[in-house]
């Protein structure tokens, strides 16, 4: 990205962007927090099917801020994106409020006490994917192009760390905001929650909108896959060249990164290494190159060997989140089986009960910047490395597995005790409140993963690839949301485990199961890991290696 106005940018642009933020995180968390319940309660659908089309709703959110990031990049600039984006968002939460509002666009309600409902028709089903589908690409294609965006805004480094310390402020305080007041608010009526979700969304449309004069727009520059692009197709072409031992018989950009690394390529992926061999033709007279599909640069050869390299470390992490978003799920179908109330007029929403785990993740946060970090790095002399976190992450999250399959235990020897189980809409007498511990404890495993993952990639990966880097982390998420789909749907058909009601299940063993398979990935990272070497050579300093491997922070 170029700027086109240096004279643009800075903190006056931020109550803009900090406003466009609130209002379209709170309008989004709002709907898509309580999307499983309004499916139940609304829609009539079963509760797993529910969670499958939850799955695949989070799956899209989750991996289209990828496309948005391309789309910003390659062609538009990220001011339209985010604004086109916005529209999408504002739209999609209308027509969500009018599904709520309007008779014809639901089927009926259930009778009280009847187990057969009416089902919603092809029409309505068309409306509601319309409408999730609209508010689904307004939130992907705003949450980091925004946080893009506002960081472009600066040009001290120092600057834009302010930047995004308060971006994610804000980002965790309105999505508390709307899995706890607007999630209330729509437990109560669907039309007036879903109403505020897109009275959020247009007054943060138009602050952004309003902001414009005051920005720094980018001009997009091509494509950065390009130029990986370019090193497969090169190295193909040269595949019969044998490799040179001299480091001159390599391309070096001229004037450019390749300053601080001119030699021969690694060893590593050495095959990859023909794309930067030099031949007749492939040189123009000025030393620029004339070929691009048949001669790079070292630099982008090291570039495309780095996301080799950290492909099996990035793969287990997709296989950790996956049991994290199935616990999600479950979760609020759990609470919808249990005692919710809080006093004789207070109930828990369902769907507000996952809140538990973002509060814990920002309060496990703060403990960790301010107490945690520091204190370890005294008593080791040593900061806490990224791959350690990660790691840290694998284990709380297995925790959190055997915790809930002791609590769904528990429930299911009281729901078979007062023989609740053929009562498809029977609520069990045990209180919400056993959920928060499993909640509370996979919270503190995300508050160690997720600034892990962040800082490793934004270390590792390209230069040119920063922004993808940090993208990555939420692209984790959205995989693993299509894998959750794709378990439960294997489970469901060789297991008796989840039946629509799920007092007759065994949730509980889904759990067991999921604790073995967090069990098997935590080997697998741990191999990984093992034999990573980092590619920053400022990692020298800061990141020794870890009790686990002498070689798990090695360099090369």
Same mark, same amino acid.
């Given at each position: 990205?170029?700027?086109?106005? *240096?004279?643009?940018?800075?903190?006056?642009?931020?109550?803009?962007?900090?406003?466009?933020?609130?209002?379209?995180?709170?309008?989004?968390?709002?709907?898509?927090?309580?999307?499983?319940?309004?499916?139940?309660?609304?829609?009539?659908?079963?509760?797993?099917?529910?969670?499958?089309?939850?799955?695949?709703? %989070?799956?899209?959110?989750?991996?289209?801020?990828?496309?948005?990031?391309?789309?910003?990049?390659?062609?538009?600039?990220?001011?339209?994106?985010?604004?086109?984006?916005?529209?999408?968002?504002?739209?999609?939460?209308?027509?969500?409020?009018?599904?709520?509002?309007?008779?014809?666009?639901?089927?009926?309600?259930?009778?009280?006490?009847?187990?057969?409902?009416?089902?919603?028709?092809?029409?309505?089903?068309?409306?509601?994917?319309?409408?999730?589908?609209?508010?689904?690409?307004?939130?992907?294609?705003?949450?980091?192009?925004?946080?893009?965006?506002?960081?472009?805004?600066?040009?001290?480094?120092? $600057?834009?760390?302010?930047?995004?310390?308060?971006?994610?402020?804000?980002?965790?305080?309105?999505?508390?905001?709307?899995?706890?007041?607007?999630?209330?608010?729509?437990?109560?009526?669907?039309?007036?929650?879903?109403?505020?979700?897109?009275?959020?969304?247009?007054? *943060?449309?138009?602050?952004?909108?309003?902001?414009?004069?005051?920005?720094?727009? =980018?001009?997009?520059?091509?494509?950065?896959?390009? *130029?990986?692009?370019?090193?497969?197709?090169?190295?193909? &072409?040269?595949?019969?060249?044998?490799?040179?031992?001299?480091?001159?018989?390599?391309?070096?950009?001229?004037?450019?990164?390749?300053?601080?690394?001119?030699?021969?390529?690694?060893?590593?992926?050495?095959?990859?290494?023909?794309?930067?061999?030099?031949?007749?033709?492939?040189?123009?007279?000025?030393?620029?190159?004339?070929?691009?599909?048949?001669?790079?640069?070292?630099?982008?050869?090291?570039?495309?060997?780095?996301?080799?390299?950290?492909?099996?470390?990035?793969?287990?992490?997709?296989?950790?989140?996956?049991?994290?978003?199935?616990?999600?799920?479950?979760?609020?179908?759990?609470? +919808?089986?249990?005692?919710? $109330?809080?006093?004789?007029?207070?109930?828990?929403?369902?769907?507000?009960?996952?809140?538990?785990?973002?509060?814990?993740?920002?309060?496990?946060?703060?403990?960790?910047?301010?107490?945690?970090?520091?204190?370890?790095?005294?008593? /080791?002399?040593?900061?806490?490395?990224? +791959? &350690?976190?990660?790691?840290?992450?694998?284990?709380?999250?297995?925790?959190?597995?055997?915790?809930?399959?002791?609590?769904?235990?528990?429930?299911?020897?009281?729901? %078979?005790?007062?023989?609740?189980?053929? &009562?498809?809409?029977? /609520?069990?007498?045990?209180?919400?409140?056993?959920?928060?511990?499993?909640?509370?404890?996979?919270?503190?495993?995300?508050?160690?993963?997720?600034?892990?993952?962040?800082?490793?990639?934004?270390?590792?990966?390209?230069?040119?690839?920063?922004?993808?880097?940090?993208?990555?982390?939420?692209?984790?998420? *959205?995989?693993?949301?299509?894998?959750?789909?794709?378990?439960?749907?294997?489970?469901?058909?060789?297991?008796?485990?989840?039946? =629509?009601?799920?007092?007759?299940?065994? +949730?509980?063993?889904?759990?067991? /199961?999921?604790?073995?398979?967090?069990?098997?990935?935590?080997?697998?990272?741990?191999?990984?890991?093992?034999?990573?070497?980092?590619?920053?050579?400022?990692?020298?300093?800061?990141?020794?290696?870890?009790?686990?491997?002498?070689?798990?922070?090695?360099?090369?």
């Amino acid at each position: 990205m170029s700027h086109s106005s *240096g004279k643009r940018g800075g903190w006056i642009t931020f109550p803009f962007i900090a406003a466009a933020v609130f209002g379209l995180m709170l309008a989004g968390s709002g709907w898509m927090m309580n999307l499983i319940v309004y499916l139940i309660k609304v829609f009539n659908v079963k509760s797993i099917d529910a969670t499958q089309i939850a799955n695949i709703v %989070h799956g899209g959110v989750n991996l289209l801020p990828m496309v948005a990031a391309i789309f910003a990049d390659s062609f538009f600039g990220s001011f339209p994106v985010v604004a086109i984006c916005s529209c999408f968002s504002w739209l999609g939460t209308v027509l969500l409020t009018l599904t709520a509002l309007i008779n014809s666009l639901r089927p009926s309600p259930c009778k009280n006490g009847s187990s057969f409902c009416q089902h919603p028709s092809k029409f309505q089903f068309a409306v509601l994917f319309i409408a999730v589908s609209l508010a689904s690409i307004g939130l992907s294609g705003t949450r980091f192009i925004l946080a893009t965006f506002g960081a472009n805004q600066f040009d001290e480094p120092q $600057h834009r760390d302010v930047f995004f310390n308060r971006f994610f402020f804000i980002l965790y305080v309105s999505t508390a905001i709307s899995t706890t007041a607007i999630v209330y608010v729509e437990d109560i009526n669907w039309g007036l929650g879903f109403g505020l979700c897109a009275a959020a969304s247009f007054v *943060g449309s138009a602050i952004f909108l309003l902001g414009s004069r005051f920005y720094r727009h =980018d001009k997009p520059r091509g494509s950065p896959y390009k *130029g990986l692009a370019h090193v497969i197709v090169a190295a193909i &072409q040269k595949r019969n060249i044998p490799l040179p031992s001299k480091i001159e018989d390599y391309h070096h950009e001229i004037g450019g990164m390749d300053k601080i690394t001119a030699a021969a390529p690694s060893r590593s992926l050495w095959f990859l290494n023909r794309a930067a061999i030099k031949t007749r033709g492939d040189i123009k007279s000025d030393g620029s190159i004339a070929k691009p599909w048949r001669l790079c640069t070292v630099q982008e050869v090291e570039d495309l060997k780095s996301l080799v390299r950290i492909f099996p470390l990035w793969s287990s992490t997709v296989f950790l989140f996956t049991p994290i978003t199935i616990q999600t799920n479950m979760t609020v179908i759990q609470a +919808l089986a249990m005692d919710r $109330h809080l006093g004789s007029k207070f109930q828990i929403p369902a769907g507000t009960v996952i809140v538990v785990s973002l509060i814990s993740n920002c309060i496990f946060l703060i403990i960790m910047d301010w107490f945690l970090l520091p204190t370890w790095q005294k008593m /080791t002399g040593r900061p806490l490395t990224p +791959l &350690q976190r990660i790691g840290i992450g694998h284990v709380f999250s297995m925790l959190s597995m055997v915790v809930s399959a002791l609590v769904e235990s528990r429930r299911l020897k009281i729901a %078979h005790a007062k023989h609740l189980q053929a &009562q498809s809409d029977a /609520t069990v007498p045990m209180l919400v409140l056993w959920l928060f511990p499993q909640l509370a404890i996979v919270g503190i495993g995300e508050a160690f993963f997720f600034p892990g993952q962040a800082a490793l990639y934004y270390q590792e990966f390209p230069v040119s690839l920063r922004s993808t880097a940090t993208a990555m982390v939420i692209v984790v998420s *959205g995989i693993a949301f299509y894998v959750n789909a794709a378990l439960v749907d294997l489970i469901r058909n060789i297991t008796r485990w989840l039946p =629509d009601n799920i007092n007759e299940g065994r +949730l509980d063993n889904l759990y067991w /199961t999921l604790a073995v398979f967090g069990l098997l990935n935590f080997g697998y990272y741990l191999v990984c890991a093992s034999i990573y070497r980092y590619r920053n050579v400022e990692l020298k300093v800061a990141s020794p290696a870890s009790d686990t491997s002498k070689n798990l922070e090695s360099l090369t």
